[in-house]
């Protein structure tokens, strides 16, 4: 099947709510962003949302948060449910960055937890997953990242599966300006795919999109995404700007 390509961009912890505004609004004025055969989603800190859901209606850009908590609401001071977000305009949410993990402790079976609960809320899940410079090195890049997605997937369930996004982030690539070769992302990408598939089904994971994220430029994203496997690019630094992020957006949708 076709699948529509996702260009998403990811903030991390950068930018006011002013600045997120006059970014929204920069952005716009350059034309249309994104297409029919590719959706563009922003993920920006969650305190942004509720003011760019406004901005971008209509727009066709799609908003998502970096992180969630599983439970639906209770005594969790600082965190943020599935149902807060989509209230707020997401309709994706990142579970499992690879800061996440190394910054703030998430084992793999927090992430399961988070993804279960994603799945059975309105958000879409943006699952990020890679091996880092040693597991590469090593030759290990698949058992790690077959290990991950066996963790994170458990019990997810068909449904949940074809929702699904995952992103593959090899550590080594994350804000160091070393993307991976094209043809390194394809194969971890269709790599994904088979494990998806030996997981669940054929047609589950035919359906789901395996994305790619990691020193993606306005140079590297149109050999990336190009070809059958790389379904899109998960944008970090590169996002911040709005001219190159529109021009990574601009250059996979004019070439699909
Ligand atoms: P980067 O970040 O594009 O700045 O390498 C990607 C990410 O962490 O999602």
Redesign the pocket.
Known sequence: MTRRKLIAG?W?MHKTTAQAIQFANELLSRGAVGSAKTEVCLCVPSVHLYALAGIFEGSGVKLGAQNVYYEDEGAYTGEISCGMLAGAGAGYV?VG???RRALFAETDDIINKKLLAVCSSPLNPIL?VGENLEQREAGAERQAVGDQLEAALRDIGVRGVQRLTV?Y?PLW?????KTALPGQAREMCAFIRSKIESLYDGHAADRMRCIY?????PVTAHDIVSGADVDGA??????LKPDVFFDIVNSVSNHT
Do not use: R
Request: charged share 15%; glycine share 24%; aromatic share 0%.
């Open positions: 990811n991390k990142i960055h690879s800061e990020c992103a982030e690539a994350i804000g160091t300006g994220g990691g020193s993606v430029d998960l944008v970090g630094g590169a996002s």
